[in-house]
């Protein structure tokens, strides 16, 4: 079966500096990837490259479509969905209009089907987006800027979400609800490509692991085998 998102041989680089060293990885459709590895592994570089937001060659194929040559937009409407590590809110606009700006013109006509997701689902999802939909972005705690950035991705109504460090800097009661609605997007079939440094959302979420190490995947494998392997996680991850 072709997979949904198939990567081979990915090279990236910032300027001079190699970042990513033939990289090959696969998610099928509806599967959760949690891809781990410590800080300056190339796990944000390869979310970023598969935006086209870096340099890079090598071969991407989302619906076996290349994605070569893209820009961000495109590949959004092509169905990817991206919620980067540092939470690009638009500080000065409203938490209603954040979120108006995250629903993609056709992009679900463009795949033949009605759109899954609204700004009500997004509501329902976050409650307190609801409560705050007239404050300004800016002024939202670390944790409702996540979720408020989780939630406009899905307004894009992608098949595939891209989730760079769901948890980063959350308190445990906020990181409760995000891993919750990861759990709700997996039921509703979504495929997602979840990144961390170790496995404190994933764990329950994810059934495939990849771990990255100098640019590379060092393992790929179903979270049962992964959690056998004391010495990857010895060595790539800094526990055992």
Do not use: K
Not at 22 to 38: F, P
Not at 77 to 98: A, K, Q
Request: one cysteine or more.
């Amino acid at each position: 079966m072709t997979p949904l998102l198939d990567i081979r041989g990915l090279n990236a680089w910032y300027g001079p500096s190699q970042a990513l060293h033939g990289v090959n990885l696969r998610i099928g459709a509806g599967e959760v990837l949690a891809l781990v590895g410590r800080n300056g592994s190339g796990r944000s570089t390869l979310a970023r490259a598969l935006m086209g937001l870096v340099q890079c060659d090598g071969e991407l194929r989302f619906r076996d479509r290349s994605l070569a040559g893209l820009r961000t937009f495109e590949i959004a409407r092509l169905g990817i969905g991206y919620v980067p590590e540092h939470r690009d809110v638009f500080p000065t606009l409203s938490v209603g209009e954040n979120l108006e700006l995250g629903v993609g013109p056709g992009n679900s006509a463009n795949r033949g089907r009605a759109p899954r997701f609204s700004i009500d689902d997004a509501y329902a999802l976050f409650p307190v987006l609801r409560e705050r939909r007239r404050t300004r972005a800016g002024a939202l705690s670390g944790g409702e800027q996540q979720m408020l950035t989780l939630a406009r991705a899905l307004l894009g109504d992608p098949d595939l979400l891209i989730i760079d460090e769901p948890g980063e800097g959350l308190a445990s009661l906020v990181m409760q609800q995000v891993a919750q609605c990861l759990r709700v997007l997996r039921e509703r079939g979504m495929a997602m490509l979840l990144i961390e440094q170790r496995l404190v959302i994933a764990r329950d979420i994810a059934s495939r692991v990849a771990v990255m190490g100098h640019g590379e995947i060092v393992f790929d494998g179903e979270l049962d085998a992964f959690v056998q392997r004391t010495d990857v996680m010895r060595e790539w991850l800094g526990v055992g």
